[in-house]
C-alpha cells in the first residue's frame, strides 16, 4: 500500500544498500522536519527474510541491537506505537 502510494505521487519507495545512502536520506529526513513517519522499502512480508519492495538485496542493515524482532511473519513492527501490524485487504 505505501509503495502504491508512492508510485501514484511519482516516487517510491527507499532501499538501502550502503551507510552513505542511509546517511543521505537521514539528513534529508532530518532538514524537512515534517514531524509525520517516513517510510522505507523494506518489509518481511513474505516468510522470515527480509527484502525490499524493489527486489533488490539487503545488504546494508543498521539496527540497534540486531534486526527487529518483536512481530510475527508477515507482520510489520511500528516502532512509534512499539506494536506489530498487519494490513489484511478485502
Not at 7 to 29: C, Y
Not at 45 to 66: E, P
Request: aromatic share 12%.
Amino acid at each position: 500500500m505505501a509503495d502504491e502510494a508512492c508510485q501514484s505521487l511519482g516516487g517510491h519507495l527507499v532501499s538501502f544498500q550502503e551507510g552513505l545512502e542511509n546517511a543521505m536520506v537521514a539528513e534529508t529526513v532530518q532538514q524537512q522536519r515534517t514531524g509525520s513517519p517516513y517510510w522505507i522499502g523494506l518489509n518481511k512480508l513474505n516468510g522470515n527474510a527480509w527484502s525490499y519492495t524493489d527486489d533488490s538485496q539487503v545488504s546494508f542493515t543498521n539496527w540497534q541491537d540486531g534486526p527487529p524482532a518483536r512481530c510475527q511473519s508477515g507482520w510489520t513492527y511500528f516502532a512509534q506505537t512499539n506494536s506489530c501490524y498487519k494490513v489484511i485487504l478485502n
